[in-house]
Nanobody, 115 residues
Framework: QVQLVESGGGVVQPGGSLRLSCTVSINIFTINEMNWYRQAAGKQRELVATISDDGKTNYADSVKGRFAISRDNAKNTVYLQMNSLKPDDTAVYYC?????????WGQGTQVTVSS
């Protein structure tokens, strides 16, 4: 059974930073894409950032230049560094992988940006 466990969410003021972590219960070395999604209240889940096994990254336009995704294969963990946070970034953030043909999700971690 593949499990993903996110951590690092919380309440932060606008302009602040948070780092989310997602630890996977299997060796992630062979997992091609690892993703972070988010879902704000009343909105659809949206893709925030992707990292491939060769380190290539992609970001939603709304977070480019502020968020950075990275992975540590030795720790089976993917990270999302979030800087210059805005109230619009408030959402539940989910880690996602596809292995080998199934999608797996973490339980989500709440990020609230508020003064």
């Amino acid at each position: 059974q593949v499990q993903l466990v996110e951590s690092g969410g919380g309440v932060v003021q606008p302009g602040g930073s948070l780092r989310l972590s997602c630890t996977v219960s299997i060796n992630i070395f062979t997992i091609n894409e690892m993703n972070w999604y988010r879902q704000a209240a009343g909105k659809q889940r949206e893709l925030v950032a992707t990292i491939s096994d060769d380190g290539k990254t992609n970001y939603a336009d709304s977070v480019k230049g502020r968020f950075a995704i990275s992975r540590d294969n030795a720790k089976n963990t993917v990270y999302l560094q979030m800087n210059s946070l805005k109230p619009d970034d408030t959402a539940v953030y989910y880690c996602n992988i596809k292995f080998p043909f199934e999608n797996y999700w973490g339980q989500g971690t709440q990020v609230t940006v508020s003064s």
